[in-house]
């Protein structure tokens, strides 16, 4: 199991960062995307894998996974999606102000026409 | 039990709220309502400073839980001038708003409120993973002040600014996940005392998780090669939200403070091993010399600012990186000045902006402007600090660090110099010499240069609120020139107490698990 | 005491004439003077004690570590130089108020003169070198302001620019100098560094500080080969040029030279370095004054040449050239003051400088000639000037040096020198004020008193200091040589003449080769002008557009704002970082033993590596890329299931829906198809980054998943239920444990939504609502926008989710769920609302603030912790066992809940403010004209319309 965990984190990171490595605002979103899942996964797995054990109080004798990683993925999951959501209006606002989803600054003469108005 | 803690991080947390809620649609109330948190920052800012004088280091338990279980808030003297300095930059941005950007867009001042909470709470938090959430509440807030206005080209610096802070982000939580997974704790103390009895084994992934938490801290302080984010968010940001962003780089540098301090005096907790190898020391070197590059080349007032802010970062990080008390303490006081002068630059910049009409801060010749001769005065005294001239503490600043690299300051710790420190004193005084050229042309091309043919501009925009705002930078300045004695006293004994973490672990853990000296 | 308020004096005043703009230029005038006269009193109070022989100082402690402290002492030498500052100072002060115009800013003028005034008896007085450094720079600053006065002429501005660049090289130089010299003494008092030159001297530091100390010297002093400022700084108006550049600022690397005489001369470095560069500046100063068109071009090569003199006898290192020097300091002053001023009246009667234009002046402006030929006499160092008596004991002195291993080099080249001199004085004289007129445009006159009192007055001290040395001179010299040389000053008498001596005879020689010069002048000019002369001006200018050319293209190319190599960079660094930590360090396998892996996690896991390939691959394709995201998604909910994560599964799940409804509604905005990227080298740099990212970080997981370790967990399992009163140990440390992390998290989201409420509400407004008004997506969707069957589903999937919800959040405490949970469902149901029925009758139905349930939930949240504290207890303290109620079963939970409701206000508000605006905006583009009832009929939109890419 830990082999697959680690090739899918593995997978996601490579993929996430290939597109982050992008020229257009979505793409770019798209990998921030798969980079959180590698990381959330990353951080859950620090716990260490366990299965048919949740964190549950119940029968003291039951396996019992680490409770501390899910918390703080859970909490990672939250501020993420605020980020993705924040990120993508943040691309249709530069989309309408520039009239392009290139994610590159402009150039010095842009810059010019820029203070002129 | 002592609240007063808290207090940094919840008033800010209740106005900011309140304003979205309440107040959203009643400007006047909302600006009172900031600016009055503001004051009430400063002077708990001024009180936490003057409790932590006496060398405790406070704690406080969140859900009375205590470390390593529960949250905990440490105030030791680095924290409390931090909270103080944060309050103070932010009663002048919050000031100069009120000249009318806080209207460019809506929630300028919730957005003002949440970003000093998120600072006030990475300075105060004892906590790895709760520094992390801290790190994402000023982001956000900042993501949201750096696009506040609107414009193509600032909407794309921060979408460009957004995605690096996100890289960053992932990266911290994969260094976390390693501690974590190593140590299996997320309490600063009890990190720093378990990182020195892990396995050996285990020692190269706490390393490499420290090394993550190293980048991100770097990519924070800006040190080259991490520093890509800040020229074009600084340039291309409001100049108030500009101003603010000067204290966004020294949240990175306190971490690295912190974190490394905490970890340092034993040769078996290798994070201080970071320090020792002296790497840090270099990497300021660079960012120094990319920032004064960029000050002689730069193509706008605010391009030229940021490189300025940059290359003060570069000299802080060298003395951070020599990591000796004296160092210390000279770092903090030049983080200090920077952080204002800095400040004042963006707005004094903003300022004239807003009158040359048509030409905004590029660098060519525009016609007279209203208010020339003060504004002109301010950005002249100004200028002095950023390049570090006399009489301005900036002179002070790098006269400390250049002779607490040489090992030759008497007070604090003392401790030996820097190795190879005449080639850093080279590099620090010709950086001078450069950014000195480059803002004489800059000042004298805005300033003195006229056009034959255009007439005088006639832009009027306020004057008095701004100036007010600046000129709170300035007399703080001038206080931490003319008090440079007491100031340089504190900053020793807060050096000092970094480099004797055991308080601070006794403090968070208790005297049995701090384990003894270290 | 006394003489702290002679420093500060200049400066406080300085802000009276600022003050006074409006009062125009007697009122500004008189405030200088009276300040400038005060001070000046004030210093002469001190003169009597300072000639018995005390030094009196002052000490406060500033900053102590850094051994700079504001400490002051006035002995000879500081006495005579404030002096000279001061007195001259006063008479600058009057000739201005005359010389500039009424357009002149005068109150600024003022206002810069007195603060370089302040700073430089600050030089003068300071007994602790660091604090001499501050003043030193400052007097740099304020000359950058007085030479850019006229900032608007282009000279104005470089040469102000140039000035600033190279004596502020100096100024850090010096700091360099000053601290070696300090690391070596362990104090930067002065009167303790004059103690110890000894140690000094033999110090293996001592060369490194000679070097930088002299460099801030040389290039204060326009000393060879960093004159050419100087010449530059003529830009100035008239009276700068007379105080900074010839009576006071340029004489400050001398005073400084003369300072550390002390401890620094005397050695064959010393002697060497100073003497020699003494020597040449002088000679080269007067060759090229003699050659100069421009009148205060003439007179500025001049002053180079005197500084270059008095350098050279302080290079000698003898108390008797010492002597010498002081003497020629008093003498220059007066001389090269007056002479500049007298320049002035001229340009401002005649309207030029110009050599070639001036001539035969003499009996049009008696007064003025009369005084010029006087100062020029000095200047020449004829007799019965001061010049005289300064220039003889000069040569005599020269006379009997050894210079570059031969006895016969010195004279010589002073000789030469001192031809020269002569030669460009008789120049000025003769171009003026004899010979034809070249220019009868104007009918110059003699000025009103004003202008020529204050050139007068030095004209006469020239001629008293020739006539009565002794009386006038005498005790001054040698009381300014005590406090140089510290010490015993050697004995002589100041007299005119020494009857016939070497000097004299060469003295005799240069004027008679001088005049000579004058005679033959064209022909002279006309060899010179063969010469090929490297240009100081050119090589500045060319060495600047050499740094902001570099510079600039660096700019370019680091922070050219192209993200990718932003990234490449950074992430490239990070794993170097990484790696580097990695492999200095000790690295075990683990042991833990390995989860088997059944088939239906090996289909699922092959389902992520094909969605992961699908994305990169078509990632242009926008809805394939969301599909597999969505996939994407789904695996990882999945693997939490499998791996005993049931919060976060349920968590994923619901975040992964939400986040495609965004997706979709943003898809819908941004273009349609993304055009191709320029891949530089095939993106083969792109491809090597990304996979050593994704080896790494899968490598780290898997090398931390197989190690067994001790964590923090046991201590949540054993106080969970008993103490958090809560059997999901996750939930607990969400809203107890580390309900601190949470109440932040809820903040990042409140923020995120306020920030896209402001991002698209900002697009509804300005320029940006023309564009959205005229904009379409271009594409025509599904005729029924709101099929009826998906609208009746959604309406009783309403209620029912709700209930759902509401079941999550109860329970959330014991079972997996949760406010955050609940809230997600919640969001969903509504949102479905929207999708299906229209944004406007949702909106009808669904009345709530958004904003409103942001706020109230951050407050909710806020409250519950500030509950506890009012109960005593830490902020966020969980109510659990706090309320001693007899139902205390039902009670126990109140406060977590309580904080679980903020959040789940909280995540509702912020994720429908999202989602309504961005819906929002939709119906403002030209496709979204709002439907109000629900089941309306087909539309057909957008055909027609100019889609954005089309326009921009």
């Known amino acids: 199991m830990e082999w697959l965990v680690a090739a899918a984190i593995a997978t996601l990171t490579a993929s996430g960062v290939y597109l982050i490595l992008a020229q257009r605002t979505y793409t770019i979103v798209i990998g921030l995307g798969l980079l959180t899942y590698a990381t959330n996964l990353f951080l859950f797995a620090t716990g260490r894998l366990a299965v048919n054990a949740p964190p549950i109080v119940g029968d003291p004798q039951a396996p019992h996974t680490d409770p501390i990683p899910q918390a703080l993925v859970l909490t990672a999951i939250v501020i993420s999606f605020g980020m993705t959501a924040l990120t993508l209006v943040m691309a249709v606002r530069g989309y309408f102000e520039s009239g392009g989803d290139d994610v590159d600054l402009l150039g010095p003469e842009e810059e010019v026409a820029k203070e002129r108005r | ?518 | 005491m006394s003489l702290l308020l002679i420093v500060l004096l200049p400066f406080l005043g300085a802000v009276l004439p600022a003050l006074m703009i409006r009062s125009g230029r007697d009122a500004c005038a008189i405030s200088a003077a009276s300040i400038n006269l005060l001070a000046l009193v004030l210093l002469l109070t001190h003169a009597p004690a300072v000639f018995r022989g005390e030094s009196p100082r002052v000490l406060w402690r500033w900053v102590e570590p850094l051994g700079l402290n504001l400490s002051l002492h006035i002995d000879g030498l500081g006495l005579l130089f404030a002096a000279l500052i001061l007195g001259i100072g006063l008479l600058v002060v009057i000739y201005s108020r005359f010389y500039l115009g009424r357009g002149e800013a005068v109150g600024n003028f003022y206002t810069y003169l007195l603060l370089f005034q302040g700073a430089m008896v600050g030089i003068v007085l300071s007994n602790n070198v660091l604090l001499l450094l501050v003043f030193w720079e400052l007097t740099s600053l304020a000359s950058f302001l007085l030479i850019g006065f006229w900032g608007h002429t282009s000279q104005g501005r470089q040469g102000a620019r140039m000035a600033l660049a190279v004596t502020g090289s100096g100024g850090l130089a010096l700091i360099a100098g000053m601290l070696l010299v300090g690391r070596v003494v362990g104090s930067y008092e002065l009167t303790e560094i004059l103690a110890s030159g000894d140690t000094l001297r033999q110090s293996p530091q001592y060369r490194w500080a000679l070097g930088l100390i002299l460099i801030g010297c040389f290039t204060k002093s326009a000393q060879f080969p960093f004159h050419f400022w100087l010449p530059h700084a003529m830009a100035a108006p008239t009276p700068v040029s007379a105080y900074l550049h010839s009576a006071t600022m340029v004489k400050a690397g001398v005073f400084l030279l003369a300072r550390m005489w002390p401890v620094m001369s005397g050695t064959q470095e010393w002697f060497d370095i100073v003497t020699s560069v003494g020597l040449i500046t002088m000679l080269i100063g007067a060759v090229i004054a003699l050659f100069q068109e421009d009148l205060k071009g003439l007179l500025a090569y001049s002053t180079v040449s005197h500084l270059g003199l008095m350098t050279m006898l302080l290079g000698i290192s003898t108390p008797m050239a010492a002597a010498g020097c002081v003497l020629h300091i008093i003498n220059h002053a007066a001389f090269k003051a007056s002479l500049f001023m007298n320049a002035g009246i001229i340009d401002h009667e005649t309207g030029t400088r110009d050599l070639g234009r001036l001539g035969g002046l003499l009996k049009w402006m008696p007064i003025t000639a009369g005084l010029a030929m006087i100062a020029a006499a000095s200047m020449a160092g004829l007799p019965p000037m001061g010049g005289f008596l300064s220039k003889e004991w000069m040569l005599e002195e020269a006379a009997h040096t050894k210079l570059w291993g031969a006895d016969w080099t010195l004279p010589l080249l002073v000789t030469v020198a001192a031809i020269f001199s002569f030669a460009y004085s008789l120049r000025y004289v003769r171009g003026v004020f004899f010979g034809p007129r070249r220019d009868d445009s104007t009918t110059p006159h003699d000025p009103k008193a004003g202008l020529w009192l204050a050139p007068a007055v030095l004209a006469a001290l020239a001629i008293a200091f020739g006539l009565f040395p002794e009386a006038m001179l005498g005790e001054v010299v040698r009381t300014t040589t005590r406090g140089l040389v510290g010490g015993a000053e050697p004995k002589f008498e100041l007299a005119l003449w020494h009857g016939p001596n070497m000097a004299l005879a060469m003295s005799l020689f240069a004027v008679v080769l001088g005049s000579l010069a004058i005679v033959a002048y064209r022909p002279v000019r006309r060899v010179w002008r063969q010469i090929p002369l490297p240009e100081g001006r050119a090589i500045f200018d060319w060495a600047l557009r050499l740094l902001s050319g570099t510079t600039r293209a660096i700019n370019e190319l680091l922070h050219g704002g192209s993200l990718r190599l932003y990234l490449t960079t950074m992430l490239t660094a990070v794993l170097a970082m990484g790696g580097w930590a990695f492999y200095r360090h000790e690295f075990g396998r683990g042991m833990r033993p390995l989860l088997e892996v059944g088939w239906v996690e090996g289909a699922v896991w092959g389902l992520l590596m094909i969605a992961c390939g699908l994305v990169v691959v078509f990632h242009r394709q926008r809805l394939v890329a969301v599909v597999a995201i969505g996939a994407i998604g789904l695996v990882v909910s999945l693997a939490f299931v499998r791996l005993s994560a049931p919060d976060l599964a349920i968590t994923q799940i619901a975040v992964e829906v939400v986040t495609l409804i965004l997706m979709l509604l943003a898809l819908y905005f941004l273009p349609k198809r993304l055009r191709a990227e320029q891949e530089p080298g095939g993106g083969l740099g792109r491809a090597l980054v990304s996979i050593a990212c994704g080896l790494t970080v899968g490598w780290l997981g898997f090398a931390t998943m197989t190690r067994d370790f001790e964590s923090i967990a046991g201590e949540y399992w054993r106080r969970s239920l008993p103490e958090g009163g809560g059997a999901n140990v996750v939930n607990v440390i969400i809203v107890d444990f580390r309900g601190f992390d949470t109440y932040g998290e809820i903040m990042v989201l409140g923020i995120a939504a306020l920030i896209i409420f402001g991002l698209i509400s900002g697009m509804m407004r300005g320029q940006l609502r023309g564009a959205l008004a005229r904009w379409t997506s271009g594409e025509s969707y599904s005729p029924s926008r709101h099929p009826l069957l998906m609208v009746v589903v959604t309406r009783l999937m309403l209620p029912l989710s709700l209930i759902v919800a509401a079941y999550l959040f109860v329970r959330g405490h014991q079972m997996p769920g949760g406010g955050f949970i609940a809230a997600l469902v919640v969001s969903i149901a509504l949102i479905m609302q929207y999708m299906a029925s229209g944004f406007g009758w949702a909106e009808d139905q669904i009345s709530f603030d958004y904003h409103a349930l942001i706020g109230g939930g951050a407050l909710v949240a806020g409250a519950t912790g500030i509950a506890a504290m009012a109960l005593g207890h830490p902020f966020l303290t969980s109510g659990f066992g706090h309320f001693h109620l007899p139902l205390l079963g039902d009670v126990e939970l109140a406060s977590a809940m309580a904080f679980d409701l903020g959040v789940f206000l909280t995540v509702v508000g912020g994720v429908m403010l999202a989602l309504a605006q961005l819906s929002n905006l939709g119906e403002c583009t030209r496709d979204g004209a709002t439907k109000s009832e629900p089941m309306d009929y087909p539309h057909t939109s957008g055909q027609g319309g100019t889609s954005r890419e089309g326009r921009d």
């Open chain 2, 1 to 518: 039990m002592n609240h007063w803690l808290i207090l940094p991080i919840l008033l800010p947390a209740i106005v900011a709220p309140l304003l979205a809620l309440a107040l959203r649609h009643d400007l006047i109330m909302t600006r009172t309502f900031s600016i009055g948190s503001m004051v009430l920052l400063v002077l708990l800012g001024g009180y936490l400073t003057a409790m932590a004088s006496d060398g405790a280091t406070r704690t406080y338990a969140l859900g009375e839980w205590g470390g390593p279980v529960g949250i905990v808030l440490v105030l030791d003297r680095l924290a409390a001038v931090m909270l103080l300095l944060t309050a103070t930059l932010g009663l002048g941005i919050a000031i100069y708003s009120l000249s009318g950007c806080d209207k460019a867009g809506p929630h300028f001042h919730p957005l003002l409120q949440f970003q000093l909470m998120g600072l006030n709470g990475a300075f105060l938090t004892g906590d790895l993973f709760n520094l992390f959430v801290f790190f994402e509440i000023l982001l956000i807030a900042s993501y949201g002040l750096m696009v506040h206005g609107g414009g193509a080209a600032r909407v794309r610096a921060g979408l460009q600014y957004v995605m690096i802070n996100l890289v960053g982000s992932s990266i911290f939580l994969i260094g976390l996940g390693l501690i974590y997974g190593v140590t299996g704790t997320l309490n600063m103390a009890d990190f720093a005392v378990k990182a020195k009895q892990i396995a050996a084994a285990d020692s190269a992934l706490l390393q490499t998780g420290i090394a993550l938490l190293v980048a991100v801290f770097g990519i924070k302080a800006a040190v080259v090669p991490l520093h890509f984010w800040l020229p074009g968010t600084y340039a291309n940001a409001a100049g108030p939200v500009a101003a603010l962003f000067a204290i966004m780089t020294k949240v990175g540098a306190y971490a690295l403070i912190r974190v490394f301090t905490l970890c340092h005096g034993d040769a078996a907790g290798g994070a201080a091993d970071w320090f020792a190898s002296g790497w840090l020391v270099w990497g300021g070197v660079a960012t120094l010399i990319v920032g004064t590059i960029g000050i002689v080349g730069a193509r706008s007032l605010n391009q030229q600012a940021s490189f300025a802010g940059l290359a003060s970062m570069g000299t802080l990080l060298i003395a951070i990186g020599g990591f000796t008390p004296a160092l210390g303490s000279a770092a903090i006081y030049y983080l200090i000045h920077s952080t204002l002068a800095v400040a004042a630059l963006f707005l004094v910049i903003d300022m004239i902006i807003r009158r040359r009409t048509g030409f905004g801060d590029a660098l060519v010749a525009a016609p007279r402007f209203v208010h020339g001769g003060l504004i002109a005065a301010t950005f002249f005294v100004i200028a002095i600090a950023v390049i570090g001239l006399p009489p301005l503490s900036g002179f002070i600043g790098k006269l400390l660090i250049l002779s607490a690299l040489a090992g030759q300051t008497s007070g604090g710790e003392g401790g030996g110099g820097v190795a190879g420190w005449p080639w850093l004193w080279g590099v620090i005084l010709v950086t001078s010499l450069l950014a000195l050229i480059g803002f004489a042309f800059s000042g004298t091309l805005v300033f003195w240069r006229r056009p034959s043919d255009k007439p005088a501009e006639t832009a009027s925009p306020p004057i008095v609120v701004p100036m007010v705002a600046v000129g709170w930078l300035l007399a703080c300045m001038v206080l931490m020139t003319l008090l440079a004695g007491p100031a340089t006293d504190y900053f020793d004994q807060t050096a000092g107490q970094l480099f004797r973490p055991q308080g601070y672990l006794e403090a968070t853990l208790g005297e049995a698990a701090a384990g003894g000296g270290s």
